[in-house]
């Protein structure tokens, strides 16, 4: 079964500083597919950054880096430059190769941005 | 904006009623997704249809449908509702249904049920 493990229920970080959001996997499929997704207050579903299983290199998009140890199966949000608009729940999810595409979702971390 | 539509936006309702929940996927988009975001459960999986079929079902309840049309927009469809149901509707779509497309969400339905 596949599993998404977020231990970080809650953090906080200074404006302007970087920070990185835990996430761990665990799945038997050789193909798969990991996401981060923010969900500001608001309650939407922002879709943030994509890694294959396959892919060497590190995703990055704007200020969003996915840190990818796929022997730790770790798939970690590093967000540099934090600004107070990222302050929101953020999820960790996978998808894996099979009858379904469905997402399967981590806890959530509450990140809490300081100025 | 993720070009995925939901209505109703809130509903609030009794228990035992039936609901109905509308979702209009990004243009283009073939594969629907329904998820339940509760406190108690997280983000949960429902449903998928792919092209007006269904192809994979979740933890989905047996008071709880859905279909997909002609036209590719969804519905969800709750019955004999229960206060454990008070939940936010999540409607995803993506491209086509295989691994790496990401799927973009709706803005929700937040239900509430009295």
């Known amino acids: 079964a596949q599993k998404i493990t977020q231990t970080q229920p809650g953090m906080f970080v200074q404006e302007k500083e970087a920070v990185t959001l835990d996430c761990t996997y665990d799945?038997?499929?050789?193909?798969?597919?990991l996401f981060w997704y923010k969900q500001p207050s608001s309650g939407e579903m922002i879709f943030l950054i994509y890694?294959?299983?396959?892919?060497?290199q590190n995703a990055t998009e704007g200020r969003y880096s996915l840190n990818f140890q796929k022997a730790r199966k770790s798939a970690n949000l590093v967000i540099s430059a934090s600004q107070l608009g990222d302050s929101a729940m953020y999820f960790c999810?996978?998808?894996?190769?099979?009858?379904?595409?469905?997402?399967?979702f981590g806890t959530g971390t509450l990140l809490a941005v300081q100025p | 904006d993720s070009g995925v539509t939901q209505t109703p936006k809130h509903l609030i309702t009794a228990t035992g009623q039936r609901v109905t929940l509308r979702c209009s996927p990004r243009?283009?988009?073939?594969?629907v997704y329904w998820y339940q975001q509760s406190l108690d459960q997280g983000l949960q999986f429902l449903i998928q249809?792919?092209?007006?079929?269904?192809?994979a079902k979740g933890n989905i309840l047996e008071r709880f449908s859905a279909q997909q049309f002609p036209d590719l927009h969804s519905e969800l469809n709750l019955s004999s509702l229960e206060l454990g149901d008070s939940a936010l509707y999540f409607c995803?779509?993506?491209?086509?249904?295989?691994?790496?497309?990401?799927?973009?969400f709706g803005p929700g339905t937040r239900l509430t049920v009295l």
């Open positions: 890694q294959g299983s396959y892919d060497e």
């Open positions: 995803a779509s993506s491209s086509q249904a295989d691994l790496y497309n990401e799927q973009f």
């Open positions: 999810a996978m998808k894996g190769r099979g009858a379904t595409n469905k997402l399967i």
């Open positions: 799945t038997s499929d050789q193909s798969y597919g």
């Open positions: 249809y792919y092209n007006g079929e269904e192809r």
């Open positions: 243009s283009g988009d073939l594969s």
